[in-house]
């Protein structure tokens, strides 16, 4: 089944503890990206990537960092997680030059 | 940049009844409008989108139609079910653009028995 597989679907952690949000797709996708998800604010792109080893800033890329070694994964890591980083993020993944973006999940991430 | 209005943030039907959902763009290169749905606990999904070249299109019970001039789009929903309940985003697309999609705040739908 072509899907995007994120892990944790959810986490409780406290400041300043690193963590990581893995995201695997299966579709041979060129393109990946993470979005945030916060009430009245809609999805807010934090980084994308067009290739591997190629990746940029989205919208909000403050506190955030990711890395594309491998076409189907792309991890983001809170080096140093702060309480504003509570959220629901999401990982996307789509063809190069299609538009039409698979989602994951989601991670319900808590930071106390 | 690219940025995309969406309202209402709340909307509630009765069943059978039809629902509407209007954005706004702001960059007149945008040449792709989608709208997503995400229901409770899941990612969203694809259900209808929309080129820039076509003024309307149409699948089922959900239609999409553009203002190219006016630089708005809205979904429309006819004969809603309670599994339309659900968080709908709109998108643009600007070709120019290497991040893809800038999406609207969301909508909740709520489609009452």
């Known amino acids: 089944e072509a899907q995007v597989t994120q892990n944790p679907r959810y986490l409780i952690t406290v400041t300043g503890k690193k963590l990581t949000v893995t995201c695997s797709q299966n579709?041979?996708?060129?393109?990946m990206s993470w979005y945030r998800q916060d009430p009245g604010l809609g999805l807010r792109q934090i980084y994308y990537?067009?290739?591997?080893?190629?990746?940029d800033k989205g919208d909000v890329p403050e506190g955030y960092k990711v890395s594309r070694k491998e076409k189907r994964n792309f991890p983001l890591i809170l080096e140093s997680p702060s309480p504003n980083q509570t959220s629901l993020y999401f990982c996307?993944?789509?063809?190069?030059?299609?538009?039409?973006?698979?989602f994951g999940a989601g991670s319900r991430l808590t930071v106390l | 940049g690219e940025n995309v209005e969406q309202h209402p943030s709340t909307l509630s039907v009765q069943e059978g009844d039809s629902a509407v959902i209007k954005c706004t763009y702001s960059?007149?290169?945008?040449?792709?409008f989608p709208w997503y749905k995400q229901e409770l606990g899941k990612g969203p999904q694809l259900i209808i989108d929309?080129?820039?070249?076509?003024g309307e299109k149409k699948d089922q019970r959900i239609a999409v139609t553009l203002n190219k001039t006016a630089k708005h789009f809205s979904l429309h929903i006819t004969e809603t079910q309670p599994e339309d309940s659900a968080v709908y985003f709109c998108?643009?697309?600007?070709?120019?653009?290497?991040?893809?999609?800038?999406f609207g705040s969301g909508t909740q739908l709520t489609v009452l028995p």
């Open positions: 996307a993944s789509s063809q190069a030059g299609a538009n039409v973006l698979t």
């Open positions: 579709m041979n996708h060129e393109y």
């Open positions: 990537s067009m290739n591997v080893e190629v990746t």
């Open positions: 960059d007149s290169a945008s040449n792709y």
């Open positions: 929309i080129r820039s070249n076509v």
């Open positions: 998108a643009a697309y600007f070709s120019g653009s290497a991040r893809q999609l800038t």
